[in-house]
Antibody, heavy 120, light 110 residues
Framework: QVQLVQSGAEVKKPGASVKVSCKASGYTFTSYGISWVRQAPGQGLEWMGWISAYNGNTNYAQKLQGRVTMTTDTSTSTAYMELRSLRSDDTAVYYC?????????????WGQGTLVTVSS | QSVLTQPPSASGTPGQRVTISCSGSSSNIGSNTVNWYQQLPGTAPKLLIYSNNQRPSGVPDRFSGSKSGTSASLAISGLQSEDEADYYCAAWDDSLNAPVFGGGTKLTVL
């Protein structure tokens, strides 16, 4: 069965960076992409970007360009999302979700979420 | 302000039929398929409807989706208490070159 297992909660200070991992199992990792979606407390879903696990191509949300980097390690079937220059409004639950080989709005499996708290 | 517009709340009694709307534009719903996600309290979202009206394996046929022009709808018939959740619509936006979500609708089963 398809599973996406994310790393644990993080607490960071403003200006720091955070790197969240998402380990995939139950499918051929390189046949799909991974998107990252975040949800601030009490708020809706916000797409952050997508990475192809096949060739590493990325598509980032415009508002996060320059602060976010998504990578994959095909040897361990793991996707990573790094967010830099953290601000208080980056406090959110961060989800990885399986996407198709191209970026789309179809996310068929989701990780359990990783809470990132940004606080001084 | 979300690109796709959903009512913030909806409600119904057990056994009733409820619908949740999702309004967009020609650059998103008008030219791409719509997907719906269910988020139960304290859990990750789950794919509920894809390609406007298709149900993934395991999703009860009480859930159905439709699309017309630049709007889409999610219908839930035979409402059950376990349907109490947040529901989100999503579609690709050709102008933004990104997927966009609705703001979410909180469904309460009275």
């Amino acid at each position: 069965q398809v599973q996406l297992v994310q790393s644990g909660a993080e607490v960071k200070k403003p200006g720091a960076s955070v790197k969240v991992s998402c380990k995939a199992s139950g499918y051929t990792f390189t046949s799909y992409g991974i998107s990252w979606v975040r949800q601030a407390p009490g708020q809706g879903l916000e797409w952050m970007g997508w990475i192809s696990a096949y060739n590493g191509n990325t598509n980032y949300a415009q508002k996060l360009q320059g602060r976010v980097t998504m990578t994959t390690d095909t040897s361990t079937s793991t996707a990573y999302m790094e967010l830099r220059s953290l601000r208080s409004d980056d406090t959110a639950v961060y989800y990885c979700a399986r996407n198709g080989e191209y970026s789309s709005s179809l996310f068929d499996y989701w990780g359990q979420g990783t809470l990132v708290t940004v606080s001084s | 302000q979300s690109v796709l517009t959903q009512p913030p709340s909806a409600s119904g009694t057990p056994g009733q039929r409820v619908t949740i709307s999702c309004s967009g534009s020609s650059s998103n719903i008008g030219s791409n398929t719509v997907n719906w996600y269910q988020q139960l309290p304290g859990t990750a979202p789950k794919l509920l409807i894809y390609s406007n009206n298709q149900r993934p394996s395991g999703v009860p046929d009480r859930f159905s989706g439709s699309k017309s022009g630049t709007s889409a709808s999610l219908a839930i018939s035979g409402l059950q208490s376990e349907d109490e959740a947040d529901y989100y619509c999503a579609a690709w936006d050709d102008s933004l070159n990104a997927p966009v979500f609705g703001g979410g609708t909180k469904l309460t089963v009275l």
